[in-house]
């Protein structure tokens, strides 16, 4: 054996970590990917089990953390330990946060924090049966619920006796249409037709046609550059609203799609660029959620019509269906159910320098 390096220490379990100040971050996580998007999982953050253990609500320790802890976001999704595609998710499981869930979650990408992502939740499913959260798991299959910033979602888990399995599916919270054909000009493309659809999240979608480019062969980064655009546009010329929270009603992303919104049994193919030019290597669980919204809106499917999605990116599946009608506010909005597969990576422990001038990470496009 070697000898143990100056500055080496345990961390409590016997394993060594390298060098790092004793007052600075050591976090653990556990890594995962749904359809090639992925999931670093922060089982606990101290800050936040503090924060909601005082009576913090999780939309209340959505800005808690972000006003505090962004460090936290920034040493795990930026560079050098994450990079421009990484999205994360901090695992709360007491206090007024989890709301009667079996957890909570906030979740982190490049630019900031969501209020739904539907990749994670799949993800989380599994996670929280393999990891305990879960207190005595079902066969064939689990109920989990996560409260989200957006509200409360459950999936559905296959489970064993030993281990969780694939596919996972959940449902959503009440989605919608916000708005049916919105015209918009947008610099160096011109006028476009946008619907804005909401799946714990607010998205803009259109075909990719539209902007001369094909979801499908087109480069990304041009697919990128059209759809940020349009998100840009979309921002300054349509105010949007929630009807429970206006701290949720935001822009988060453009969905370019290859038009295909009838109902059909064959796959139909977009891409999420949400956040600052961020790309969803998934076909996006919320976008699924706010598209099957819009194309039940618009009377192409009807309830429990199972449609399947794919991602331009990676070319992983999802299927989407409606599965009851309901109403938010003011909205005729729809359950959505979304399935898919999601898989382990590893585990990791990262540590910080204090020394270090880019401990907390940089963000480089």
């Not at 059209?226 to 979309?234: D, L, N, Q, Y």
């Not at 669980?285 to 194309?295: D, E, F, N, P």
């Not at 449609?307 to 409606?322: D, I, N, Q, V, Y």
Request: charged share 20%.
């Amino acid at each position: 054996c070697l000898p143990r390096a100056k500055g080496m220490a345990a961390d409590g379990s016997g394993r060594r970590l390298p060098p790092h100040s004793a007052s600075a971050l050591v976090l653990q996580t556990v890594e995962m990917h749904t359809g090639g998007e992925p999931l670093r999982i922060i089982p606990r953050l101290e800050a936040a089990e503090e924060a909601v253990a005082g009576g913090l609500s999780l939309l209340s320790l959505r800005r808690e953390v972000a006003a505090t802890q962004d460090h936290v976001r920034r040493t795990l999704m930026h560079e050098p330990r994450g990079h421009a595609g990484m999205y994360g998710a901090v695992v709360v499981t007491g206090g007024a946060a989890t709301a009667g869930a079996h957890l909570a979650a906030l979740f982190l990408h490049g630019a900031g924090y969501s209020a739904m992502c539907g990749h994670a939740i799949l993800a989380l499913g599994r996670f929280a049966l393999d990891y305990g959260l879960v207190a005595v798991p079902s066969c064939p299959e689990t109920t989990v619920c996560v409260q989200c910033p957006c509200g409360l979602v459950t999936a559905f888990v296959p489970w064993d006796g030993h281990r969780s399995g694939n596919p996972v599916r959940f449902h959503s919270v009440p989605a919608f249409a916000a708005a049916i054909d919105l015209a918009v000009d947008v610099p160096g493309y011109g006028k476009v037709v946008v619907d804005i659809g909401y799946g714990g999240t607010f998205y803009a979608f259109l075909s990719a046609t539209q902007l001369g480019l094909d979801v499908c062969s087109s480069k990304t980064r041009d697919l990128v550059r059209a759809a940020s655009a349009v998100t840009e546009v979309v921002k300054k010329q349509f105010k949007l609203h929630h009807p429970e929270n206006e701290d949720l009603a935001f822009l988060y992303g453009t969905i370019l799609t290859d038009g295909k919104d009838a109902f059909s049994e064959m796959p139909t193919t977009n891409i999420c660029v949400f956040a600052d030019e961020q790309v969803d290597r998934s076909p996006t669980g919320s976008g699924v959620t706010a598209r099957i919204a819009l194309q039940y809106h618009k009377g192409l499917i009807q309830l429990n019509q199972t449609r399947t999605f794919r991602s331009s990116t990676t070319g992983s599946l999802f299927t989407g269906k409606a599965v009851k009608a309901t109403k938010f506010g003011d909205y005729n909005a729809v359950i959505v159910e979304v399935s898919g597969e999601a898989f382990y990576t590893g585990a990791a422990t990262f540590t910080v320098e204090e020394e270090d001038p880019l401990k907390y990470g940089f963000f480089f496009k």
